[in-house]
T-cell receptor, first 116, second 115 residues
Framework: DAGVIQSPRHEVTEMGQEVTLRCKPI?????LFWYRQTMMRGLELLIY????????DSGMPEDRFSAKMPNASFSTLKIQPSEPRDSAVYFC??????????????FGPGTRLLVL | AQSVTQPDIHITVSEGASLELRCNYS??????LFWYVQSPGQGLQLLLKYFSGDTLVQGIKGFEAEFKRSQSSFNLRKPSVHWSDAAEYFCAVGAGGGSQGNLIFGKGTKLSVKP
């Protein structure tokens, strides 16, 4: 298996622009997670899905952030409009369906976002 | 509420020396515990995990961790550190008891290795 795939790996954009981050989870995994990592706040869970349905989005910073999972093999995290404080590394992770192993998360390589 | 504390922000050890990274958790039930490693510029990789059974678990790259319920700890150890072990290490606890899949991560411990 190729593991969790994220694109792009690096993104540089200007303040006010729309940014879309993409994730392909490991095939057969029913859970998908989006995290943000910064020096100041560490690793923060933004939102997670179970069977394509958002379960907990309490970590989404504000309305500028939105996430979708239209099918089992694809998810997007969108920031519109982007701001410099959104600069961070964004990770996607997925988990298999069977407890307790569903607790084990497999991370993608991350997208490094810089908003100028 | 569940929480994870990694008391050491940064640790430096000499190559070949032993290593112990501390992790304390707060969780009302039997926890599912994890250690992840993040090399510079990379994603997080699972080192090892504890679900039940033997409280000493073995992981990849020669790491092991011991679950101590009485101390609410899950410390990571390695008998002899290699320069390639320099990375950031994250402890995490399963917050859903196997039913939700959510993880709570500690702030991480950065490991530096002296030659």
């Amino acid at each position: 298996d190729a593991g969790v795939i994220q694109s792009p790996r690096h993104e540089v954009t200007e303040m006010g622009q729309e940014v879309t981050l993409r994730c392909k989870p490991i095939s057969g995994h029913d859970y998908l997670f989006w995290y943000r990592q910064t020096m100041m706040r560490g690793l923060e869970l933004l939102i997670y899905f179970n069977n394509n349905v958002p379960i907990d989005d309490s970590g989404m910073p504000e309305d500028r952030f939105s996430a979708k999972m239209p099918n089992a093999s694809f998810s997007t995290l969108k920031i519109q409009p982007s701001e410099p404080r959104d600069s961070a590394v964004y990770f996607c992770a997925s988990s298999p369906r069977v407890a307790p192993t569903l607790e084990t998360q497999y991370f993608g390589p991350g997208t490094r976002l810089l908003v100028l | 509420a569940q929480s994870v504390t990694q008391p050491d922000i940064h640790i430096t050890v000499s190559e070949g020396a032993s290593l112990e990274l501390r992790c304390n958790y707060s969780y009302g039930a039997t926890p599912y515990l994890f250690w992840y490693v993040q090399s510079p510029g990379q994603g997080l990789q699972l080192l090892l995990k504890y679900f039940s059974g033997d409280t000493l678990v073995q992981g990849i790259k020669g790491f092991e961790a011991e679950f101590k319920r009485s101390q609410s700890s899950f410390n990571l150890r390695k008998p002899s550190v290699h320069w390639s072990d320099a990375a950031e290490y994250f402890c995490a606890v399963g917050a859903g008891g196997g039913s939700q899949g959510n993880l709570i991560f500690g702030k991480g411990t950065k490991l530096s290795v002296k030659p």
